[in-house]
């Protein structure tokens, strides 16, 4: 089977209670048992929610939203990343909080149902679009149908239907040699030849989410919860791939992505956010000497890859793209290709634990 | 190559990782929560579908109202539109059968009139028959009526033509009669007298009117007071004017026996004409035949005055020595003849004052002169009680008449001449009146009335009656 197969069949369990205030009726309903799709979203989960607690539900106008530990969620960030992020270790069911009044208006940025999903979700392809293109052309110009077959087919975890709409917009695809790996040899010619020209250089949209830890673990279950987003830095960044870079793993993007955390002693002043790309790339060549050191290091440490010491002073713990911990030597074109989410975004998921 | 083996190698372990996660989550609880939450899901597909399926019945049933409420409205428009015309009608048809009832009973009364007038016209009809049968026998009637009458006014005529022929006869007779009488008398007449013939021929032979002697005293008048001293009867009338001496002149009617009586105060000057000029008092006054215009007076001033009356004053005045007592006018209206106190008949011109001619009529004053009828022959009257006949062209005396035991009574006394000149008549002192014929110069007939002397006697000019007048005022009529 196919990665993105494996990623758009991916549903986490969900048990799902009602909050306290919101029980009108003894004994108080039981959670609602629902498979979320790890790449759709929390608010569209509300019509199936719903049936559940309607009976109890107090007079009024329902406004969902859903909390962890008393966190309320992030409604636009995909329900497989929100898990990933926030169980470090994964919790099965899943055990959410669902309110339908009192929306915490200073928290999450409102929620007006499926539109509003869906508009944020077109609105992250066309950023995908133009960090790959250059402009976002493609996306704007899709016809009404198009879109909305598009978002139907995320809603529904129609991989067909969505890669048939989304071969039109042309989006440039990161050469992957290794995606021959995958398929058999016959059609390994094929693909090579099929492959439009690429561009010298393909550039990977990228979001990350760092939970910040201060204290140092063994064991993940030691983490603590998160309690406040503060501790969770959102870092939206493009990781750019050189075509004459083979191997480009992921260990690499990191480097690029958080730059900090591989620093040697003398390049510990390099700004945060903002960060220009090709600092980032030099950064990058420099530390190739490092690297292979640190490869050959990290190969026999690789065992464990997600404790890799790269600093004295900040530590990633973990790294979780898709629910998987993807070794730091996999090529980061595979990932890119093969670990998306429906809006051509990579969201990425990893836990540093900072020195205080 | 390590890098190559390394990378397939973390993609393997990739692969491995995504199916044992895969395992994990979705292919550990899948079965079990779809198996849960299939109720739920077929459930709220259910109430989707029934609430898709109700949406769609209520938006069927939204535009369903929509077409009802027009219709509605439309129908509630046409139904207060039939209301009103309904109403019209209603109205319409009670005023309908008002009218109806009206006409009904209009037509109940008509019949009724009819009913009534044809029986009144069968009768008329009945009555028109019997009255045409009368008509038809009235016109018979009638006819033969007209047919009498006419019968009778043809011998109505017929002896009314009988009775004019009788009468033209007895006319043609009578006539012829009258003229055989008439040329016998005139033959009588002429044998007569020649003079008088010829002359009454000549002229006044159509005042020709006979006097009789008067015998009968008719009337008594006491018509003065202190004496009546003039009577004269007006021309050719029964009208007798006397004036007396209470100074006023009075008028009897003495045909009829009525006493229409005009006084005159001659002082009050009531008539006509008062003639101032005379200084004495006036003896005598004359009216002219011929004019009433011209009036002639003689007073004791010794004058004569000639009066135009339409003038009114005094056109000529005659003065003589002696005074003159009697007046009279020629019948020519231009002599006066005047007799005078010395006994003197005068003659003058009334135009030129001139003296014509005199004659010594009496010894005594003269005291009274009348002409006679035909103005040719004068009667005198003296103190020396004869009374004398003149002719007046040649101033000869033509006859003489005096009686015994006639004396004239006054100075005035007044004699006069019978209208067909046959007789004289004056009073006398005595009161009574003798009358004598002129053809017969001797007296015919003495009359005896008054009490005192006779003053004034006057004929009448029909020939009667004969009035005299006395000294007490007593006027007699005699016939």
Redesign the interface.
């Known amino acids: 089977m196919e990665?993105p197969k494996?990623?758009w069949?991916?549903?986490?369990?969900l048990q799902i209670h009602l909050h306290e205030s919101q029980v009108t009726t003894l004994p108080p309903p039981p959670p609602a048992?629902?498979?979320a799709p790890r790449i759709g979203y929390l608010p569209l989960l509300a019509?199936?929610i719903k049936?559940?607690f309607s009976s109890t539900l107090p007079p009024g106008v329902d406004t969902i939203w859903f909390d962890y530990n008393g966190l309320p969620l992030k409604w636009y960030i995909p329900t497989g990343v929100l898990f990933d992020l926030l169980c470090p270790e994964?919790e099965?069911?899943w055990n959410i909080t669902v309110h339908f009044r009192g929306y915490p208006g200073s928290v999450l940025i409102p929620c007006e149902g499926e539109d509003s999903v869906k508009w944020s979700f077109i609105n992250s392809l066309k950023e995908a679009a133009y960090i790959m293109n250059g402009n976002c052309k493609n996306v704007m110009n899709m016809s009404q149908s198009d879109q909305l077959e598009l978002w139907h087919s995320v809603m529904n975890g129609n991989l067909e239907a969505y890669q048939r709409v989304s071969s039109k917009l042309k989006l440039a695809t990161v050469d992957d040699e290794?995606a021959s790996?995958?398929l058999q040899k016959s059609q390994q010619s094929v693909i090579e030849t099929d492959l439009p020209a690429q561009a010298k250089t393909g550039r990977v949209p990228v979001r990350l989410y760092v939970l910040s830890v201060s204290k140092d673990f063994d064991d993940l279950d030691e983490i603590p919860r998160v309690d406040s987003w503060e501790k969770i830095s959102y870092i939206n960044r493009p990781v750019e791939i050189r075509k004459e870079d083979?191997?480009f793993?992921l260990h690499d993007a990191l480097k690029i992505l958080l730059p900090e955390l591989f620093l040697d002693e003398s390049l510990m002043n390099v700004k945060l956010g903002g960060v220009d790309l090709e600092d980032a790339v030099r950064n990058s060549n420099e530390d190739v000497t490092s690297d292979k050191v640190v490869?050959d290091q990290g190969?026999n440490a690789?065992k464990r890859p997600e404790a890799c010491r790269i600093s004295s002073s900040a530590e990633i713990k973990l790294i979780r793209i898709?629910?998987?911990?993807?070794?730091?030597?996999?090529?980061f074109s595979?990932?890119a290709n093969n670990?998306l989410n429906p809006d051509y975004f990579l969201h990425v998921c990893v836990c540093v634990k900072v020195a205080q | 190559m390590s890098r190559e083996v390394l990378a397939r190698e973390a993609i393997n372990h990739a692969f491995k990782a995504l199916k044992k996660r895969h395992l994990i989550e979705e292919g550990a609880h899948a079965p079990a929560y779809i198996a849960l939450s299939r109720p739920i899901i077929s459930q709220g597909s259910e109430w989707k579908e029934k609430a898709e399926n109700l949406e769609m019945e209520l938006q069927q049933c939204y535009k369903a109202q929509s077409r009802l409420s027009e219709q509605l409205v439309v129908e509630v428009a046409e139904s207060r539109a039939l209301k009103a015309s309904l109403q019209e009608k209603e109205m319409a048809i009670a005023e309908l059968e008002k009218e109806l009832n009206q006409t009904r009973d209009e037509c109940s009364q008509l019949k009724t009139d009819l009913e009534e007038k044809i029986r009144a016209l069968e009768l008329l009809m009945v009555e028109h028959q019997e009255l045409k049968a009368q008509l038809e026998q009235m016109a018979i009637k009638a006819k033969n009526a007209e047919a009498e009458n006419k019968m009778l006014v043809d011998r109505w005529m017929l002896q009314k033509m009988q009775d004019a022929e009788r009468l033209n006869e007895a006319n043609a007779l009578y006539e012829d009669m009258i003229e055989r009488l008439k040329a016998s008398g005139l033959e009588k007449l002429a044998r007569e007298q020649v003079d008088g013939i010829v002359r009454r021929s000549e002229d006044g032979a159509e005042f020709f009117a006979e006097s009789t002697v008067p015998s009968v005293c008719s009337h008594r008048i006491n018509a003065h007071e202190g004496g009546c001293a003039s009577i004269l009867f007006e021309y050719n009338s029964g009208k007798l004017i006397s004036g007396g001496q209470d100074r006023s002149v009075k008028m009897w009617d003495t045909a009829s026996s009525s006493n229409n009586l005009f006084v005159w105060d001659v002082s009050s000057g009531r008539i006509r004409h008062t003639l101032t000029g005379h200084t004495d008092k006036v003896c005598a006054v004359d009216v002219s035949k011929v004019s009433s215009r011209h009036v002639v007076s003689a007073a004791y001033d010794r004058t004569i005055k000639v009066w135009d009356l339409q003038k009114g004053y005094c056109t000529n005045t005659i003065i003589f020595h002696s005074n003159c007592n009697a007046l009279c006018f020629s019948t020519d209206g231009l002599t006066i003849c005047s007799g005078h106190v010395d006994g003197n008949l005068r003659l003058w011109d009334i135009r030129t004052g001139k003296l014509l001619s005199e004659v010594a009529a009496h010894s005594l004053p003269i005291t009274s002169i009348s002409l006679s009828r035909n103005g040719n022959v004068v009667l005198t009257s003296g103190r020396d009680n004869v009374h004398n006949l003149f002719d007046v062209r040649s101033l000869e005396a033509c006859g003489t008449f005096k009686a015994t035991g006639n004396r004239v009574a006054s100075n005035w006394s007044r004699s006069c001449i019978s209208p067909d000149d046959n007789y004289i008549a004056a009073g006398s002192a005595d009161g009574s009146i003798c009358i004598w014929s002129i053809s017969k110069a001797d007296i015919v007939s003495t009359l005896k009335e008054h009490t005192a002397p006779v003053l004034s006697c006057t004929w009448s000019g029909l020939g009667k009656p004969l009035a005299s007048a006395d000294k007490n005022g007593i006027v007699c009529t005699w016939t």
Do not use: D, M, N, S
Not at chain 1, 9 to 13: C, T, V
Not at chain 1, 322 to 331: D, H, M, S, T
């Open positions: 990665a494996f990623v069949e991916g549903a986490i369990p048992l629902i498979l019509p199936l049936p559940y994964p099965r069911p290794y790996l995958c083979k191997c793993t490869e190969q690789c898709q629910g998987i911990e993807p070794k730091l030597e996999i090529p595979w990932v670990l």
